[in-house]
């Protein structure tokens, strides 16, 4: 049993306590020390929380557990939106230091995509001899150069995948720019040259950090390793935490994959992994525009809520039909990527033309980020019973000085009565995300509070995985999985949360992280 704590719960009916008490991997009692006090037997065991406060264990609702192969320097950089200059020194530097062969990878912005001047060609003037992939921070778009592409099976007759595009020259070669499920191609390709040591090894580094922030469930998006080998290299690490693996299937020049990952969705490998749900890509982000020229009008200038009516779409809107039928067809939740408006929209209207709120309302489909969902879609989001997963990171992109008018919508969805779950798709930390989710540095007038970034982060979580009534609050019958506190996050100051970390974290009753500060007796 835990006692003489702050505890919060979770649970709107009973938001607070003092202690609890755990059977086995349930919590069986929840309320003032001295009556957990009274349930005490011979061989209880007692933790002695010091006032400290605990939480459920923090559910990841949107997380991308990426693999690398060993051989990968990665560029140092100035800030997140380099210049070309910057970018340029930083490779001529790594190619003195580096043996012949070594991968260089980097993060550029806006300001590098934007530009004219990173081209494979140049690329392949700083660095013959090793391979090079500059990718956006989003994920949504990389430029490589010529050893990059034979290094990852690419010559220039590559045909495009359904829904990505490799950009070329007017001579009809690759350029080096690659977009979208292109991107996603290259990542599932260079996760390949990782050995299953190595990536069990990186998984087991992202576990042991997330235990150290509290975090018990995450929800993976897999992209960069494909559904049936995650599930392989989760029983390998092995996972301390519970991990839902979400299909993220790619595409061929022939269509999108749909049979990817089939063979392990919607099973349950071990006690702490499952596989449901399928994801797909209905557009890019903000930076990229998807398929958009890389010196687009639109992107110059201030970056405003303008972008985001500019974003188009990855598949046709038939795609998006086919999308949900499919996934009445497996009874499998399923989950798009909805950055902009016009995707937000198309979807809206593919669920009202195959069935609308009779069908779709109970079936959680889920928008992932759903940056573009401007007033007047926030009723319809409500009406079709639709999730929306939102990502803090992405409230802090320190691109121009415009605030987003309509975009990034957090407290008005949470107003409207809409499930709100929070994930990282970026830096893990769950601290980090609800100062940023607190604060809403973009659009303030958005900014939620501590308690709501919480239960969005536990409770809101679960749902959005359909675990609900096992896990995400502090209440008899669910699953002990918590976190005690470094800190009271109710009562510091926003700036000061992201120096929270736990200092004991349990997943189904076991310590999975233990700082020694709490007292056992």
């Known amino acids: 049993m835990l006692v003489d704590g702050k505890i919060f719960t979770s649970d709107s009916s009973h938001p607070r306590a003092e202690a609890l008490a755990i059977r086995g991997d349930r919590i069986v009692a929840v309320g003032s020390s001295r009556e957990i006090q009274a349930l005490m037997g011979a061989h209880t065991k007692q933790i002695d929380l010091g006032?400290?406060?605990?939480?459920?264990?923090f559910n990841d609702a949107h997380i991308h557990l990426d693999i690398h192969p060993a051989d990968r320097d990665y560029l140092e950089s100035k800030g997140t939106d380099p210049s070309w200059g910057d970018v340029s020194r930083s490779i001529s530097l790594e190619t003195q230091k580096a043996p012949k062969g070594t991968l260089i990878v980097g993060d550029i912005g806006l300001t590098v995509f934007q530009g004219s001047e990173a081209t494979r060609a140049a690329l392949d003037q700083l660095a013959p001899d090793h391979p090079v992939i500059l990718q956006t921070f989003t994920g949504h778009a990389a430029i490589l150069n010529s050893a990059a592409f034979r290094k990852l099976g690419i010559n220039d007759g590559q045909q495009d995948p359904v829904g990505g595009k490799y950009e070329r020259?007017?001579?009809?070669?690759?350029?080096?720019?690659?977009?979208?499920?292109?991107?996603?191609?290259?990542?599932?390709?260079l996760a390949r040259l990782t050995s299953d040591a190595e990536g069990a090894a990186e998984l087991r580094d992202i576990f042991l950090q997330a235990t150290k922030w509290g975090i018990t469930s995450m929800q993976d998006m897999s992209d960069t390793i494909s559904s049936d080998r995650a599930v392989s290299l989760l029983q390998k690490a092995p996972t301390p935490i519970r991990v839902r693996v979400m299909r993220m299937p790619l595409t061929t020049p022939q269509g999108r994959d749909t049979?990817?990952?089939?063979?392990?969705?919607?099973?349950?490998?071990?006690?702490?992994?499952?596989?449901?749900?399928?994801?797909?890509?209905?557009?890019?982000?903000?930076?990229?525009?998807?398929?958009?020229?890389?010196?687009?009008?639109?992107?110059?200038?201030?970056?405003?809520?303008?972008?985001f009516t500019a974003i188009g779409l990855t598949f046709p809107p038939a795609e998006l039909k086919a999308m949900l039928r499919e996934s009445l067809k497996n009874d499998d939740q399923l989950m798009v990527h909805v950055a902009g408006y016009p995707a937000a929209n198309a979807m809206?209207?593919?669920?009202?033309?195959?069935?609308?709120?009779?069908?779709?309302?109970?079936?959680?489909?889920?928008?992932?980020?759903?940056?573009g969902l401007f007033p007047d879609l926030i009723p319809r989001v409500k009406e079709l019973g639709i999730i929306v997963v939102q990502n803090p990171s992405h409230f802090d992109l320190g691109m121009g000085t415009g605030l987003f008018q309509n975009a990034q919508p957090l407290k008005s969805l949470m107003v409207a009565g809409i499930p709100v779950a929070l994930?990282?798709?970026?830096?893990?930390?769950?601290?980090?995300?609800?100062?940023?989710?607190?604060?809403?540095?973009?659009?303030?007038?958005?900014?939620?509070t501590v308690e709501q970034a919480v239960i969005a982060y536990t409770l809101t979580s679960a749902y959005a995985e359909f675990a609900e009534k096992r896990k995400g609050s502090l209440e008899?019958?669910?699953?002990?999985?918590?976190?005690?506190?470094?800190q009271n996050i109710l009562e510091v100051p926003l700036p000061d949360l992201p120096k929270t970390e736990s200092v004991l974290t349990m997943v189904g009753g076991r310590v999975v992280y233990d700082a020694k500060v709490v007292t056992v007796r």
């Open 169 to 189: 020259t007017a001579d009809g070669r690759l350029s080096g720019t690659v977009r979208e499920y292109a991107v996603l191609q290259l990542n599932r390709n």
């Open 51 to 57: 006032g400290r406060l605990v939480v459920p264990g």
């Open 476 to 486: 008899p019958g669910k699953l002990a999985d918590l976190a005690v506190l470094s």
């Open 348 to 371: 809206l209207d593919a669920m009202q033309a195959t069935g609308g709120k009779r069908l779709w309302a109970g079936r959680r489909l889920r928008f992932e980020h759903g940056d």
């Open 423 to 448: 994930g990282s798709d970026g830096p893990m930390n769950p601290f980090l995300n609800m100062m940023l989710a607190c604060l809403h540095p973009n659009r303030p007038s958005q900014a939620i």
């Open 259 to 307: 049979g990817e990952g089939e063979s392990v969705l919607k099973t349950n490998p071990s006690p702490l992994i499952e596989v449901s749900g399928t994801k797909w890509m209905l557009d890019g982000t903000p930076i990229e525009l998807t398929f958009e020229p890389r010196q687009t009008p639109s992107l110059q200038g201030p970056f405003s809520d303008r972008v």
